[in-house]
T-cell receptor, first 115, second 119 residues
Framework: KQEVTQIPAALSVPEGENLVLNCSFTDSAIYNLQWFRQDPGKGLTSLLLIQSSQREQTSGRLNASLDKSSGRSTLYIAASQPGDSATYLCAVRLPSGGGADGLTFGKGTHLIIQP | GAGVSQSPSNKVTEKGKDVELRCDPISGHTALYWYRQSLGQGLEFLIYFQGNSAPDKSGLPSDRFSAERTGGSVSTLTIQRTQQEDSAVYLC?????????????????FGAGTRLSVL
C-alpha cells in the first residue's frame, strides 16, 4: 500500500526566506505526483504536477522536483511571502489501467510566513 | 469557466439519518473523484468515476457509502445511517484524462467541500 509522508508537519519562517518542503512515498511506481495548497475552510488548489518521466516543474516562485527511484519530491518556495501561508499537500497517483486512480495524500506541511 | 461546485457547503445531521452530498464537476471533465478529509487523518480517496465505466469503489469505508454519477456529469455521494465518525469534510475533484490536445490533463481540480457534522 502506498504511503506518503511529509516533513516537516509545520514550519514557521520570516518573510523573504527560501524554503523546502519534503515529500516521500513508499512505492516508486507512480504515475504522477501533484503538489497542492489548502487554505483554511477551502478546497485544494493545484500548484504543480510532475509526470513520472519528469524531474521537475516550475511555476513562478515554486519549483518541484521528483526523484522517483528514491521515492522523494521537494517543493522549493523562493522569496516567501505572507500570502504563501497555507497547508501544502503532496499526493501521488499509481498507474492503474488508464493511469486514472485516486490520489494518495500526505498529511501536509502547515506553513506560516511571518511578516 | 466555473470550477468544481459542491453543495451544501455545510451539513449538520443527527446520527442515523441519511445524507446526500452533491458535486458539479468542471464542464467537459470525464473523471470525477470523491475524497474525505477527517481531522488528523488527512485526505483519503473514496470513489472514482471515469466516463461511463463502472466506478472504482475501492476507497469506500463501508456499505453505508454509495455514489452515483448521472449522465456523466453531476455526482451524488450518499451516506446512509450516518455515524459520528462520518463527520468530516467531503471533497470532490474532477479532471480531464488522456493525452494530446491543448488542455492540461490529469490535474485534479477540487471543490471547496462539504463539511458534514453528525451529532
Amino acid at each position: 500500500k502506498q504511503e506518503v509522508t511529509q516533513i516537516p508537519a509545520a514550519l514557521s519562517v520570516p518573510e523573504g526566506e527560501n524554503l523546502v518542503l519534503n515529500c516521500s512515498f513508499t512505492d516508486s511506481a507512480i504515475y504522477n505526483l501533484q503538489w497542492f495548497r489548502q487554505d483554511p475552510g477551502k478546497g485544494l488548489t493545484s500548484l504543480l504536477l510532475i509526470q513520472s518521466s519528469q524531474r521537475e516543474q516550475t511555476s513562478g516562485r515554486l519549483n518541484a522536483s521528483l526523484d522517483k527511484s528514491s521515492g522523494r519530491s521537494t517543493l522549493y518556495i523562493a522569496a516567501s511571502q505572507p500570502g504563501d501561508s497555507a497547508t501544502y499537500l503532496c499526493a501521488v497517483r499509481l498507474p492503474s489501467g488508464g493511469g486514472a486512480d485516486g490520489l494518495t495524500f500526505g498529511k501536509g506541511t502547515h506553513l506560516i510566513i511571518q511578516p | 469557466g466555473a470550477g468544481v461546485s459542491q453543495s451544501p457547503s455545510n451539513k449538520v445531521t443527527e446520527k442515523g439519518k441519511d445524507v446526500e452530498l452533491r458535486c458539479d464537476p468542471i464542464s467537459g471533465h470525464t473523471a470525477l473523484y470523491w475524497y474525505r478529509q477527517s481531522l488528523g487523518q488527512g485526505l483519503e480517496f473514496l470513489i472514482y468515476f471515469q466516463g461511463n465505466s463502472a466506478p472504482d469503489k475501492s476507497g469506500l469505508p463501508s456499505d453505508r457509502f454509495s455514489a452515483e454519477r448521472t449522465g456523466g456529469s453531476v455526482s451524488t455521494l450518499t451516506i446512509q445511517r450516518t455515524q459520528q465518525e462520518d463527520s468530516a469534510v467531503y471533497l470532490c475533484a474532477s479532471s480531464l484524462q488522456g493525452t494530446g490536445g491543448s488542455r492540461p490533463k490529469n490535474i485534479q481540480y477540487f471543490g471547496a467541500g462539504t463539511r458534514l457534522s453528525v451529532l
